[in-house]
T-cell receptor, first 108, second 115 residues
Framework: DAKTTQPNSMESNEEEPVHLPCNHS???????IHWYRQLPSQGPEYVIH???SNVNNRMASLAIAEDRKSSTLILHRATLRDAAVYYC?????????FGPGTRLSVLP | EAGVAQSPRYKIIEKRQSVAFWCNPI?????LYWYQQILGQGPKLLIQ????????DSQLPKDRFSAERLKGVDSTLKIQPAKLEDSAVYLC?????????????FGQGTRLTVV
């Protein structure tokens, strides 16, 4: 199975930008890169997804490397409500494989 | 828009008992997924339905787990008999079509404790 790798945990200060990295060196050319996050006691929540070019939405930005072997989720101004586990996922042909994700802590 | 509904939220059973979980996906969503999430790990896909047909059940322990999606809407996931290692959160998700280039919506999950 193609896999993604992420740091286990990261910390950020409130109202500062956060860059969450992900490596997906074995992703194929047609696999989308998805990001979900999971708040405590909640199901995962969609954040953003993209294929080749950078993507923006109201929650975050996704910067995808030109060779598609890595990507970075950008939260422009972290809030306490952004504290969660963030999962980077390659869809590997319609089959989501979640890794352990990155636990983001936001400090006031 | 109503989200993915799951019930019950919590369930405690003894090992070797049976248990069933129910999921109502978002209206119009053809694809439905069941995931198992063990504490401290990411969700693991158990089964994926497209309408009422199974797309992928390669990681479903079929000797004890079963799932159905009659009429292509609601779904139930059953465990019989339960083992201690089945203690986990069971998440249901749905999407308009397969996960390629689309967003999946997750329910809040059912937390199962097997004692």
């Amino acid at each position: 199975d193609a896999k993604t790798t992420q740091p286990n945990s990261m910390e950020s200060n409130e109202e500062e930008p956060v860059h969450l990295p992900c490596n997906h060196s074995t992703i194929s050319g047609t696999d989308y890169i998805h990001w979900y996050r999971q708040l405590p006691s909640q199901g995962p929540e969609y954040v953003i997804h993209g294929l080749t070019s950078n993507v923006n939405n109201r929650m975050a930005s996704l910067a995808i490397a030109e060779d598609r072997k890595s990507s970075t989720l950008i939260l422009h101004r972290a809030t306490l409500r952004d504290a969660a586990v963030y999962y980077c996922i390659g869809d590997y042909g319609q089959n989501f494989v979640f890794g352990p994700g990155t636990r983001l802590s936001v400090l006031p | 828009e109503a989200g993915v509904a799951q019930s019950p939220r919590y369930k405690i059973i003894e090992k070797r008992q049976s248990v069933a979980f129910w999921c109502n996906p978002i209206s119009g969503h053809a694809t439905l997924y069941w995931y198992q999430q063990i504490l401290g790990q990411g969700p693991k896909l158990l089964i994926q339905f497209q309408n009422n047909g199974v797309v992928d059940d390669s990681q479903l322990p079929k000797d004890r787990f079963s799932a159905e999606r009659l009429k292509g809407v609601d779904s139930t996931l059953k465990i019989q008999p339960a083992k201690l290692e089945d203690s986990a959160v069971y998440l249901c998700a749905s999407s308009f079509r397969g996960q390629l280039n689309t967003e999946a919506f997750f329910g809040q999950g059912t937390r199962l404790t097997v004692v």
